[in-house]
């Protein structure tokens, strides 16, 4: 063992840590010292979205003493950052295993600083967490959970004022002041029980109305009130409110997938708790072509992204990606809002810059101003902080599942977008038709666009030095034409600064700085490469578009543009 790694396992040995803690050191010391090696290696980083990473023992672990640590540094950042307040946080969490736990801990220590903690009583959806910091005017709040990631995970994240996540000053002044957090000793513990209070059913009704009050056509659910629904929560927190939310929309038809309705943080029926694949969505896909279906909706274990399936032109079931939910989403709150006679000339619509550009048509032609940040729902939410009261939010979106609908909150939701696709569907067949229709007449009118990613993991300990020469080598001798079509734009959002490779013409992308760069070809192709900042892994977004002349060449565009996409990844050696 090395040195360093010996003298903090030591620490813990001998330190302030409860004796099941000690066991487990020891028993690990026996029976697999390099798993020991690798849980005190390291600190877990507490980043600009807080804490992620696997559950056990250690300094590289999610638990009781890494989340006190990362929870005092943060009471003590809010303590600075709202003097002579009182302070109030929310907390929630989802139904990983030690959720409860850490959210307790957390709660604890808040409190035992003085902080007032409002505490759901039970597991909430992440959504419902950004809402509650805004409906009771919390500084602050924290949700336990890793999202989608495997079950041996867990984290935390920590939100601002607005309900957004952590955005710059914040998220780098409560990283040091976490980091200033050398011992357990300078956490407190306890002591400020009084300072909790439990939450539960009120803030649910609040956040199921403003919910309820994003429906733009109830008179055609009344009509489609039967449209037959599957739902599958994936073990996770969407149990606690979806199924409401669609019985308050005025769905009758609503069928839940029973092998995956109750919460457990084990994800039995699961590789990857994730609606974004298609393995965790194929027991409600065999429920949904059971009962023929007219829609399945899936959301993972904090119920922020939601994954769907429809039936297509031929009734086969297929999984909708991202991207193209997304289309659909903000197309038919811009189309039904001006139908409507709701529109407002300040009506604006917000997507990540490796998010369909189809979005950018459609609300060009719809007069709406489309705005493009970087990955993250903290972008959309500091834009929208930015932008208002000038110009209003109505939807917003990202490839990776995530979609946001209103300003109410700011984190992407999907139980408003579980409740607006249906809606979505239930507009669609009243006029005797479904939403991969509407998605191929959406095709048809704009252009068809068809995107695409892969992930590369570079392993081991030179992973992170490949991937970043990778991105060195794109950088500085960006490739002049990509699949037979010439490199036009290249765009460097860690330099901040785009240029037109053929007159060499350059400006100033005015987004904070990011390691992304992104290749615009003459033929509309683009392609993003962007590192993960945790991971030894770099992620390739491509994005190709033509002419759709009627549905009826659908298929045969679709292999068109897939060849394409391939194209691009054979020229560029990624595969």
Not at 54 to 59: A, L
Not at 281 to 291: F, H, R, T, V
């Amino acid at each position: 063992m090395e040195p360093a790694i010996q003298q903090k396992i030591n620490a813990w040995l001998n330190g302030n840590y409860d004796e099941a803690t000690r066991n487990e050191i020891l028993r690990l010391q026996k029976e697999s010292p390099a798993e020991l090696a690798e849980s005190f290696y390291r600190n877990l980083e507490f980043g600009t979205g807080g804490l992620r990473g696997i559950m056990g023992v250690g300094t590289n672990r999610m638990n009781k003493y890494t989340v006190g640590m990362a929870t005092q540094g943060y009471a003590n950042y809010l303590k600075q950052s709202f003097p002579d307040q009182t302070i109030k946080v929310a907390m929630a969490h989802d139904s990983r295993n030690n959720s409860r736990f850490f959210a307790e801990t957390a709660a604890n220590v808040f409190a035992a600083n003085g902080i007032k903690v409002f505490l759901f009583q039970s597991l909430r959806p992440t959504p419902e967490l950004s809402f509650t910091i805004r409906h009771l005017g919390c500084q602050g709040g924290v949700v336990c959970t890793a999202s989608h990631n495997p079950k041996e995970y867990n984290g935390y994240k920590a939100y601002w004022n607005d309900g957004g996540q952590l955005v710059p000053p914040h998220d780098k002044n409560v990283i040091k002041e976490v980091e200033k957090i050398a011992s357990v000793d300078e956490v407190k513990w306890a002591g400020g029980e009084h300072n909790i209070t439990v939450i539960g059913k009120d803030v649910d009704e609040a956040y199921i109305s403003m919910v309820r009050s994003l429906s733009v056509y109830p008179e055609i659910i009344e009509k489609q009130r039967n449209l037959c629904i599957v739902y599958t929560p994936i073990h996770g927190t969407g149990i606690k409110l979806v199924p409401q939310v669609l019985q308050r929309f005025g769905f009758t038809n609503v069928h839940v997938v029973d092998e995956q309705a109750e919460p457990d943080g084990n994800f039995p029926t699961v590789v990857y708790p994730n609606p974004e694949e298609s393995e965790a969505m194929s027991i409600g896909l065999k429920k949904a072509a059971n009962l023929d279906a007219d829609i399945l909706l899936g959301t993972d274990p904090d119920a922020d992204r939601v994954g769907i399936g429809i039936k297509d032109k031929n009734g086969k079931w297929i999984l909708m990606n991202g991207n193209q939910t997304a289309v659909l989403a903000v197309n038919y709150m811009l189309e039904a809002r001006k139908a409507k006679g709701i529109a407002r000339p300040n009506d604006m619509v917000i997507k990540t810059i490796v998010t369909t550009y189809l979005i950018d048509e459609i609300a060009k032609k719809n007069n709406v101003n489309c705005y493009n940040v970087l990955t993250g729902f903290k972008w959309i939410a500091e834009l929208i902080k930015e932008k208002e009261p000038a110009e209003e939010y109505i939807i917003g979106g990202e490839e990776s599942y995530g979609l946001m609908i209103g300003s109410k909150l700011r984190d992407k939701d999907a139980v408003s977008a579980v409740a607006i696709l249906c809606e979505m569907a239930a507009y669609e067949k009243n006029k005797g038709r479904t939403l991969f229709d509407k998605l191929i007449d959406l095709y048809v009118e704009y252009g068809f666009y068809k995107e695409s990613l892969i992930s590369i993991t570079k392993k081991g300990m030179n992973g992170q030095k490949e991937i970043a020469e990778m991105m060195e080598g794109y950088r500085n001798n960006p490739p002049k034409a990509i699949n037979g079509s010439p490199v036009v734009q290249l765009l460097d959002y860690e330099l901040r600064k785009g240029k037109n490779l053929q007159t060499n013409q350059g400006w100033e992308i005015k987004l904070p700085k990011s390691n992304v760069l992104q290749f615009i070809l003459a033929d509309g192709s683009q392609i993003s490469a962007r590192p993960s900042g945790t991971e030894p892994k770099i992620k390739f977004y491509f994005s190709v578009n033509t002419k759709l002349a009627s549905a009826a060449d659908f298929e045969k565009t679709k292999s068109e543009l897939d060849a394409r996409i391939e194209g691009i990844i054979k020229d560029m050696e990624l595969k």
